[in-house]
């Protein structure tokens, strides 16, 4: 099964906007993906409670986990996603 390990890059860390726009596009990945930090379970990333519950903070390293045709290109994505400080991108659209 592919994975992909990724420092959450967000000054929020995985809060509010951030959250909602890595679970946005998690849902819309042609595979069922999952997140979990360090050894605990993995959760749903379509999932915005369970993606909140994580608590991962800005430099945070999490697991994302596919399978499934198409599961490396959905974790790139989401992993690059999740790498970018998506708060910072926010104020600078304003």
């Given at each position: 099964m592919p994975t992909r390990t990724v420092a959450v890059g967000s000054a929020s860390g995985l809060h509010a906007r951030p959250?909602?726009?890595f679970v946005e596009a998690a849902a819309a990945a042609p595979v069922k993906v999952t997140i979990r930090v360090g050894d605990r379970k993995a959760v749903p990333a379509k999932s915005m409670l369970s993606v909140l519950?994580?608590?991962?903070k800005q430099g945070t390293e999490v697991i994302l986990e596919a399978d499934g045709d198409g599961a490396d290109?959905?974790?790139d994505g989401l992993a690059a996603l999740l790498a970018r400080d998506l708060d910072a991108e926010e104020t600078s659209d304003v």
């Open positions: 959250a909602k726009l519950a994580l608590g991962a290109e959905a974790l």
